[in-house]
Antibody, heavy 120, light 107 residues
Framework: QVQLQQSGTELVKPASSVKISCKASGYTFTSNYMHWIRQQPGNGLEWIGWIYPGNGNTKYNQKFDGKATLTADKSSSTAYMQLSSLTSEDSAVYFC?????????????WGQGVMVTVSS | DVQMTQSPSYLAASPGESVSISCKAS??????LAWYQEKPGKTNKLLIY???TLQSGTPSRFSGSGSGTDFTLTIRSLEPEDFAVYYCQQHNEYPLTFGSGTKLEIK
């Protein structure tokens, strides 16, 4: 069965960076786009961008350009998101989510989410 | 960006009742709307995509309708496991955007 297992809670300092992971299993990792989504406390969901693990291509929400960097490691079926120059505004839960079908742009499987807290 | 306005933000109902949740887009998104269910301790679940297509495994008491800018999620004969938070998401254009969520609670 398809599973997306994300890394654990992060407590990080302002101005630093953090890299969170999403390990995929139960399907061919290189065949589906992987998206990342943010949920700030009390707020709704925001789409950050996607990576296609098959070739490393990426697309970002303009709002997150320069903030988020998406990568993928085919050998371990793991997608990563690095967030840089962190501020308190970046405190949120971050989800990875698999795109249902190529160019479908909806998500059929989600990770459990990673809570990132930015605090000195 | 396409703004998605979801209503109500809170809904209380009893098991066995039927409820509807509305999602309005700020411009036409054709039929490209998905609905998700969020429950504590579980990963988000895709219920419906392309406005009205049930994802495999979604019970038939869930239905989606609408096109253009106005969409509705209807749950007939609520079961105890349906009490959750529901989000809509447009999958017509970038950036992908979500509604603010509807919390469905037991009355």
């Amino acid at each position: 069965q398809v599973q997306l297992q994300q890394s654990g809670t992060e407590l990080v300092k302002p101005a630093s960076s953090v890299k969170i992971s999403c390990k995929a299993s139960g399907y061919t990792f290189t065949s589906n786009y992987m998206h990342w989504i943010r949920q700030q406390p009390g707020n709704g969901l925001e789409w950050i961008g996607w990576i296609y693990p098959g070739n490393g291509n990426t697309k970002y929400n303009q709002k997150f350009d320069g903030k988020a960097t998406l990568t993928a490691d085919k050998s371990s079926s793991t997608a990563y998101m690095q967030l840089s120059s962190l501020t308190s505004e970046d405190s949120a839960v971050y989800f990875c989510a698999r795109e249902g079908h190529t160019e479908a742009l909806y998500f059929d499987y989600w990770g459990q989410g990673v809570m990132v807290t930015v605090s000195s | 960006d396409v703004q998605m306005t979801q209503s109500p933000s809170y809904l209380a109902a009893s098991p066995g009742e039927s409820v509807s949740i509305s999602c309005k887009a700020s411009k036409s998104i054709n039929t490209y709307l998905a609905w998700y269910q969020e429950k504590p301790g579980k990963t988000n679940k895709l219920l419906i995509y392309s406005g009205s297509t049930l994802q495999s495994g979604t019970p038939s008491r869930f239905s989606g309708s609408g096109s253009g800018t106005d969409f509705t999620l209807t749950i007939r004969s609520l079961e105890p496991e349906d009490f959750a938070v529901y989000y809509c998401q447009q999958h017509n254009e970038y950036p992908l955007t979500f509604g603010s969520g509807t919390k469905l609670e037991i009355k």
